[in-house]
């Protein structure tokens, strides 16, 4: 088991790909503090997994939510040495049609509760030598039409990671980035949406498949949890079957 006593936070840990790095995580031995605005698929799934985990029904957007966070699982676990910041929620619309709302939601959901977080747990990642996974995207790193508030953030997060890598290296404390593509249900509300250029970015996988949460995502966010990539920080590792290959 590649995480065998190790306590982990996850957001957005009821459903989709934080769903499934739940699961996983605790199947190699973690513990698993997780949070999510789902509170009857959270409360179902730490039923399902029982004593390991602890669902923490709270909107990471709401202030004071970091502090909450890692106490609850210092409380129920003794220490926080993984920190996965996976929820996000966005809009979609052209640029010109794009609001002050819509910058709002992606950056409240996404890029400063990861902030917020990466602060709140600063003291216990560094006495763990913890490992910090962040989500972005290849909408980010390409530029998808429609994408304007959702890239911004990811982006946002990419270059904040790298900063706090650097920052954060002499404490010992490692942070990645994945930027993954997996048949979720937000991907799915995104293909309904948008049928033309959803069957266009399936199509342009060379593994020539959408990928799934829990087979081909998660397993890298243990190994980036783990010791297995303890030469590693401040990367941007592409879970996408091969749509976009970094240099
Ligand atoms: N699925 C993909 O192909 C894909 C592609 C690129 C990037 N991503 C990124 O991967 C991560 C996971 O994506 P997903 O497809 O599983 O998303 P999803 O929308 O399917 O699931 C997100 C989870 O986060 C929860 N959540 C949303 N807002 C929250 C909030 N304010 N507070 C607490 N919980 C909240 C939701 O209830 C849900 O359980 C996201 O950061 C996403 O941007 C996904």
């Given amino acids: ?80 040495d993984i920190l996965v910041n996976n929820a996000h929620a966005s809009r979609q619309a052209l640029l010109v049609d794009h609001t002050a709302e819509m910058f709002e939601l992606s950056f409240n959901t996404g890029f400063y509760p990861t902030v917020h977080l990466m602060q709140a747990c600063y003291e216990q990642l560094k006495a763990s030598s913890g490992s910090v996974i962040n989500f972005a995207s290849g909408s980010g790193l390409e530029g998808m039409p429609t994408q304007t508030s959702y890239a911004a953030a990811k982006e946002a997060i990419r270059g904040m990671s790298r900063v706090a890598a650097n920052e954060w290296a002499p404490d010992g404390i490692r942070v990645n980035i994945i930027c993954p593509f997996a048949a979720t249900e937000g ?26 949460p829990e087979i081909d995502i998660a397993p890298v966010v243990v190994f980036l949890a783990s010791e297995d990539s303890k030469y590693m920080t401040g990367q941007t590792v592409m879970a996408d079957g091969g749509i976009i290959k970094l240099r």
Avoid: H, Y
Avoid at 15 to 21: E, K, R, S, V, Y
């Fill in 1 to 80: 088991m590649r995480l065998q006593g190790k306590t982990a936070i996850i957001t957005g840990g009821a459903g989709g790909i934080g769903g499934a790095i739940t699961r996983v995580f605790v199947r190699q031995g973690a513990n698993v503090l997780f949070v999510d605005v789902d509170e009857e698929r959270g409360a179902a799934l730490e039923r399902e997994l029982g004593d390991a985990t602890r669902f923490l029904n709270i909107d990471i957007s709401e202030s004071g939510a970091a502090e909450t966070i890692r106490d609850a699982a210092v409380d129920a676990f003794g220490s926080v």
């Fill in 187 to 212: 991907v799915l509300a995104w293909q309904k949406a948008f049928p033309e250029r959803a069957a266009e970015s399936v199509a342009k996988v060379p593994l020539q498949r959408i990928g799934d």
